[in-house]
């Protein structure tokens, strides 16, 4: 018999040939590799789309007409002195407090005309330091101590100033502190779209003994200067208290500010040296009177 040759004839109609053993797990693997493709691109297309609603977001936020005033870049407040430079996001430092919070505290001068001994008139009178508060109405207010603006009762003419963005103003005294307090609010008139914002402020139920504060005022009338120390407790007075600090205060000192190192918040304002006493040694007992009375209209009475 001769040797059995292959058909070269196609395969009958209807017939299907053999899939290969890999075909199937091929098909199921490419299947669930466009199916994971698929899940990852419609995940990171849904987060896109979510950090980008939030940064909008954010930007509407600041820019809402019911923001506040917009406030300059601390190289823009570099360029222009009137603004004190915006403070960084971390606790401050004695350095930055001085920096940022010198510019709310200014020279004042009152001076009147007396007669000496020989009757001659002569200019009489004394300095201290005030604190910013506001802008309103095309007026500046500052807050004083009260024995800083007081002359005697028989005087009839009298020379208030007051040193404000390095220029002299006249002021005028508008009220005065009531049950006892040292305090004046002072007014000038004064207009200035670059005008500071208001001080941040801190109550006395946020105060702790043993934090870190820095007293700025006119020491000595010898221009504004800078002493620190801490709030060293609380003196118990007729209606409320006072801060205590050991933070130095001089003459001139009066009607400065006390502020808190770690954020610049106003404590109060600067009041009584710790003087001296028979027979005692007194050091670094110095007082503030709190923000909370400042800010609070029972404390006040018009001029």
């Not at 936020?61 to 004190?84: E, F, G, L, M, V």
């Not at 506001?134 to 020379?159: C, L, M, Q, S």
């Not at 003196?235 to 001139?252: F, H, L, M, N, Q």
């Not at 954020?263 to 109060?268: E, F, P, Q, S, V």
């Amino acid at each position: 018999m001769g040797k059995a040759v292959p058909s070269s004839l196609p395969p009958p109609a209807g017939h299907k040939a053999a899939k290969p053993v890999w075909f199937w797990p091929a098909i199921i693997l490419s299947s669930t590799v466009c199916i994971l493709i698929g899940v990852v691109f419609v995940y990171m297309s849904a987060t896109s789309r979510s950090a980008t609603a939030r940064v909008g977001d954010s930007a509407t936020d600041i820019s809402s007409p019911t923001t506040s005033a917009k406030t300059p870049s601390t190289t823009d407040a570099a360029r222009d002195k009137s603004i004190p430079p915006i403070a960084p996001q971390h606790d401050l430092n004695n350095e930055e407090i001085a920096n940022l919070k010198s510019p709310y505290v200014v020279k004042i001068s009152t001076r009147w005309f007396d007669v000496d001994k020989e009757g001659k008139q002569i200019l009489v009178g004394g300095n201290g330091s005030g604190v910013l508060i506001k802008h309103e109405n095309g007026h500046a207010y500052f807050v004083t101590n009260r024995h800083v603006v007081a002359v005697p009762d028989n005087i009839e003419e009298v020379k208030y100033s007051l040193n404000f963005m390095g220029a002299d103003h006249p002021f005028e005294v508008v009220k005065l502190g009531r049950y006892d307090l040292d305090l004046a609010m002072l007014r000038i008139e004064y207009s200035d779209a670059k005008a500071q914002p208001p001080l941040n402020s801190v109550k006395l139920e946020n105060l702790k003994p043993g934090q870190e504060c820095v007293a700025i005022g006119n020491a000595l009338g010898q221009g504004i200067s800078v002493t620190t120390g801490v709030i060293s407790a609380f003196d118990e007075w007729e209606a409320g208290k006072y801060v205590r600090t050991s933070a130095p205060i001089s003459s001139g000192n009066s009607g400065g500010g006390l502020f808190r190192t770690k954020d610049g918040a106003l404590i109060g304002i600067t009041t009584l040296g710790s003087g001296s006493a028979p027979g005692k040694v007194i050091q670094n007992v110095n007082r503030a009177i709190p923000m909370d009375y400042v800010l609070s209209d029972l404390f006040w009475e018009n001029f």
